[in-house]
C-alpha cells in the first residue's frame, strides 16, 4: 500500500512543476519580444550605417577597387589635416577647462546648503539644454561683429571685448567651452555625494591642510569620475557639429564639418572621402576612450571608487 501511495502521489507532485517551468519559459519569451525592436533600431540605424561607412571608407574613388586610397588622401590633404588637428585641439582645451571649472562648480554645489544645491541643479540642466543653433545664435548677438559686448567692449576701452573675433578658432573655443562646463558639473554632481565625513575628520586629526585634504585625499578618490567625465567631454566636443556650422559654417577647419560637407555637397557627393574622415573620427573617440579606461583603472586601484 505504501508503494502504491508512493507511486500514485509522483504525478501530483511533478505537475506543479512543470505548471512553474511554463510561466517561466513564456517569461523569457515576452522579455526577448520586447527586446525586439530595440535591437531593430540598433541595427537599423547603427550597425548598417557604420558598415555602409567603413564599407564607402575602404572603396577608392577614383580606382573603385578595396583599399586605403581614401585614408590616404586624408592624411596627405593639408586641409583634412588641419580638421584634425584643430577638432581635436579644440576637443582638448575645452575639455580641460570645462573640467576644472566644473570641479570648482560641482565643490560649491557639495558644500552649499540643499535649498542652494536644488536650485543650481535646476540652472545646470536649463543651461545643458541650450547648445547647438540656439546658442551659437545667442554668442552672436553677445560677442558678434555687432554684439552687445562687443560694441560696449570699443566703448569702454576694453581690449578682449573689442577684438574679440566669433567667427575664429578662439571663438568657437569659448562656445565649446560654454556648453562643457554644465555637462561635466552634472556628471561630477553624483561623484561628490560619495565624499564622506569621516575623510574630512580624519584629516583634521591628523593635522592635514585643506590643500592637502583636497589634492591627497578627495582629488585621488574621485580621479576615476573625473578621467571619465574628461573622455566623455572629448567625445561630446569631438562630434559637436550644430554650433560650429551655425557660427563658421564651412569657414573653419573642423572634422564634423568636412564630414557634412562630404555627404551634402552643393557640387557632388563624395561618400569615399567622407567615409574616410568619418572613420577617422571613430576611431579617434574609440582611442580616447581606451586612454581613458586605462588610465581610470590605474586611477581606482586600491580606492573605493566614487
Known amino acids: 500500500m505504501a508503494e502504491i501511495s ?3 502521489a509522483a504525478p501530483a507532485t511533478g505537475e506543479p512543476a512543470t505548471a512553474q517551468a511554463r510561466p517561466a519559459k513564456s517569461r523569457k519569451w515576452v522579455g526577448y519580444v520586447a527586446f525586439l525592436p530595440f535591437l531593430l533600431v540598433i541595427v537599423g540605424y547603427e550597425l548598417l550605417p557604420l558598415a555602409q561607412l567603413v564599407l564607402d571608407s575602404l572603396i577608392g574613388k577614383e580606382s573603385g577597387t578595396l583599399g586605403i586610397e581614401n585614408f590616404v588622401k586624408v592624411f596627405t590633404t593639408p586641409l583634412y589635416q588641419q580638421s584634425i588637428i584643430n577638432s581635436v585641439w579644440i576637443s582638448l582645451v575645452s575639455a ?5 571649472v566644473s570641479f570648482l562648480a560641482a565643490r560649491f554645489a557639495y558644500e552649499s546648503s540643499d535649498r542652494v544645491r536644488n536650485a ?6 536649463m543651461m545643458s539644454n541650450f547648445s547647438g543653433v540656439p546658442l551659437a545664435f545667442a554668442f552672436m548677438i553677445l560677442m558678434g561683429n555687432s554684439g552687445v559686448l562687443t560694441i560696449l567692449g570699443e566703448q569702454w576701452g ?5 577684438d574679440f573675433d566669433l567667427y575664429t578658432g578662439e571663438g568657437l573655443l569659448v562656445l565649446y567651452i560654454y556648453f562643457q562646463i554644465p555637462l561635466a558639473t552634472l556628471l561630477l554632481l553624483p561623484a561628490f ?9 580624519a584629516a583634521i586629526i591628523l593635522q592635514a591642510t585643506p590643500l592637502d585634504y583636497w589634492f591627497k585625499i578627495v582629488i585621488p578618490n574621485l580621479m576615476p569620475s573625473i578621467l571619465g567625465t574628461l573622455s566623455v567631454l572629448f567625445s561630446n566636443a569631438l562630434a559637436a557639429y550644430a554650433t560650429a556650422f551655425a557660427v563658421v559654417m ?11 560637407s562630404k555627404f551634402k555637397g552643393d557640387v557632388q557627393i563624395d561618400a569615399a572621402t567622407g567615409g574616410a574622415l568619418a572613420v ?3 576611431i579617434l573617440m574609440v582611442v580616447c576612450t581606451l586612454i581613458n579606461n586605462h588610465f581610470t583603472k590605474r586611477a581606482a586601484k586600491g580606492r573605493e571608487i566614487i
Open 158 to 162: 576694453i581690449p578682449f571685448l573689442a
Open 250 to 260: 564651412n569657414n573653419y577647419a573642423l572634422l564634423p564639418l568636412q564630414i557634412t
Open 6 to 8: 508512493q507511486t500514485a
Open 193 to 201: 555625494s560619495g565624499i564622506k565625513k569621516s575623510w574630512r575628520e
Open 96 to 100: 580641460v577647462v570645462g573640467i576644472v
Open 120 to 125: 543650481f541643479t535646476m540652472v545646470l540642466n
Open 280 to 282: 577617422v573620427l571613430i
